[in-house]
């Protein structure tokens, strides 16, 4: 495999790294919402349907949950294609 084909595998790794953020950013929302969650909960316990609420806490814990999955998964690839990548430029650097 040539430049042009480390060149692709730089190009996915980089789409790797973009939606590795973008995940990031995602399961910080989660975060941030389920203590504003928390807040409104510890405010207004009194006078809302409490199993709703903790309905609402875990099905935002389980969309945090999945995008870490996700995460892990796209953190797998990268390392993958990393290694890849590592591998060919030292047989191109050896040629």
Do not use: P, W
């Not at 928390?38 to 809302?48: G, Q």
């Not at 309905?55 to 996700?70: C, K, P, R, S």
């Not at 390392?79 to 030292?90: D, F, G, P, R, V």
């Amino acid at each position: 495999m040539g430049a042009n084909g480390i060149q692709d595998m730089v190009i996915k790794y980089d789409e790797f790294v973009a939606e590795e953020n973008t995940l990031i950013q995602r399961i910080g929302v989660c975060r941030e919402f389920i203590e504003v969650i928390m807040k409104y909960i510890s405010e207004k316990a009194d006078s809302i349907h409490i199993l709703t609420a903790e309905d609402i806490v875990t099905a935002v814990h389980t969309m945090g949950q999945d995008l870490d999955t996700e995460l892990l998964h796209i953190r797998l690839e990268k390392s993958l294609l990393e290694y890849k990548i590592k591998s060919l430029e030292a047989n191109c650097d050896n040629t």
